[in-house]
């Protein structure tokens, strides 16, 4: 027996009406992205019609959605960063479209100062707090092969071993290697021993008022470590700034940016700047993303 799709569409999409704010085309477009995955994981069922087993798949992800609120990216699986699929699950936080976007941002100054000044030796990366590793894999997958040495740590196993597993599945994509490890990071002064070219970290930066009013969709699933930071969301930004500083690891190869940091908004900017300042890095910036918000601190 088979299932007939467009009827039982009509019967989800309904039910996904109040999961995506009554936006009927939202509620079309997630169903249709949890019926390709199921189409594409069985080849049994057709455009037209399901088998009982992908319609029941089918049932189970709409009521995973609709009435335990579990993000899409989980229920699918993946979630697309930089031209890469990179795999999701909870409670490792999942990559954002904002962090995509200054990343592509990044990628044009790297490229750019790479070419220019004519760098031969590979350029040192560190990634901050990589959680699913999705900064340290663009970068890899961009960046001119063999022309750069990336360090990713974190300190949850859980997202070590996601960013991990990623790495391994994505390694034909890769044109640098990356290199996950365990840190604590506001347990340590001592960033590193050796300089890098460019820091680059998505930290937790959410305040304890803006974490109560988040979505279940976010506080029932992702890690709060990975989105909630002591010192009004800027702990790890401020530990960054002076750990830096103090140590020098920052090497001038690159033109600029050597450090880049993500950023819960406009609130945040005079506080980490002040602190960037006064450990040596003088030329700041902000980026915002395409909503207007202040998004990110670049800094050299």
């Known amino acids: 027996m088979r299932v007939n799709i467009k009827q039982l569409s009509r019967k989800l999409s309904r039910q996904l009406l109040q999961i995506c704010d009554n936006d009927t085309r939202l509620a079309q477009r997630e169903l249709y992205w949890m019926l390709e995955h199921v189409l594409a994981n069985n080849t049994d069922s057709t455009q037209s019609h399901l088998t009982l087993g992908d319609t029941k798949k089918l049932i189970n992800m709409v009521t995973d959605r609709v009435e335990h609120h579990k993000p899409l990216q989980y229920i699918l699986g993946t979630q697309p960063f930089c031209d890469l699929d990179i795999i999701t699950r909870p409670p490792t936080l999942i990559p954002r479209w904002e962090t995509e976007e200054w990343v ?10 790479i070419q220019t000044r004519q760098i031969e030796k590979p350029v040192r990366v560190l990634d901050l707090c990589t959680g699913s590793g999705c900064i340290a894999l663009a970068l890899a997958r961009h960046l001119p092969t063999h022309s750069a ?4 740590v974190d300190v949850s196993a859980s997202a070590l071993n996601l960013a991990r597993l990623n790495a391994r599945e994505l390694a034909a994509q890769l044109s640098n290697n990356v290199i996950f490890s365990s840190m604590d990071i ?3 002064d001592q960033i590193s021993d050796e300089p ?3 820091i680059v970290s998505n930290p937790p930066y959410v305040t304890h008022a803006e974490y109560d009013a988040l979505t279940p969709d976010v506080k029932n699933w992702e890690d709060p470590g990975a989105l909630v930071a002591e010192n009004d969301g800027m702990a790890f930004h401020l530990h960054i700034a002076k750990a830096i500083g103090t140590r020098g690891i920052l090497s001038p190869r690159l033109a600029w940016p050597r450090l880049v940091m993500e950023i819960g908004g406009s609130h945040q900017v005079s506080p980490i700047t002040c602190a ?3 450990n040596g890095l003088k030329d700041v910036q902000v980026w915002k993303d395409l909503a207007g918000k202040d998004r990110a601190i670049a800094a050299g």
């Not at 592509?104 to 100062?113: A, E, F, P, Q």
């Not at 040495?149 to 990713?152: D, E, G, K, P, V």
């Open 104 to 113: 592509y941002r990044l990628l044009t100054y790297i490229k750019d100062s």
């Open 149 to 152: 040495h990336i360090q990713a």
């Open 186 to 188: 506001l347990s340590t």
């Open 196 to 198: 890098f070219d460019l």
């Open 276 to 278: 960037l300042h006064e």
